[in-house]
């Protein structure tokens, strides 16, 4: 009976061991220690957005060109820091007409605005590999408050990779031509790559 208690104790405290090595504290821990630094957004990251139209269809596009800087804090989650930019003249629909819609000054007037920016103001951790970042969205000279979902999905040595989503209203910045008819909500899909510099 003393060997079978014993065996029983050893497997217990093995297991309490186990899944305390898995988790979200000791996996936070690990993963802020691995990605903590200031990476470069690359091109190969992938900005994607959606506009759904009444009746089904809608607008689905990309933007070709970005650019932008994130800093992870390895201590403190909270003072970490994004900086992001996308020029609207490289946005892709696949439709030449639509691009020309949207590239003409009843929405993104990128001759006169040839960027749109968002920094963030926060960020909040929400699990060991989520964050909410909020910021500033500045589009058509009229910023306003925008928030993303982050969700780490994968990370290397000198390399890190979000799925990051959110909702923007564009009658925020001027940009509500066709509404109701079109959504005012802009879905974001996005896939940010981040080079260690």
Do not use: C, W
């Amino acid at each position: 009976m003393k060997t079978t208690d014993a065996l029983f104790s050893n497997v217990l405290r093995a297991g309490i061991a186990t899944l305390l090595a898995f988790s979200p504290i000791a996996a936070q821990a690990d993963t802020l220690s691995e990605v903590a630094g200031r990476y470069a957004i690359q091109p190969s990251s992938r900005v994607g957005f959606t506009v759904s139209q009444v009746g089904g269809g809608g607008i689905t596009g990309n933007f070709k060109k970005f650019s932008g800087t994130f800093a992870l804090n390895k201590s403190d989650i909270s003072q970490s820091m994004i900086n992001f930019t996308l020029y609207p003249e490289s946005v892709s629909t696949g439709q030449a007409r639509i691009e020309s819609f949207l590239r003409s000054d009843a929405v993104f007037d990128s001759a006169n605005y040839p960027t749109i920016t968002f920094k963030s103001t926060q960020i909040t951790q929400t699990s060991a590999d989520t964050a909410e970042v909020a910021g500033i969205l500045t589009a058509r000279g009229k910023s306003s408050p925008a928030s993303f979902q982050a969700n780490l999905s994968d990370h290397g040595k000198n390399s890190i990779t979000f799925h990051v989503q959110g909702k923007v209203m564009r009658s925020r910045y001027g940009m509500d031509v066709g509404t109701p008819i079109y959504s005012n909500v802009v879905q974001f899909d996005m896939t940010i790559r981040g080079q260690r510099s």
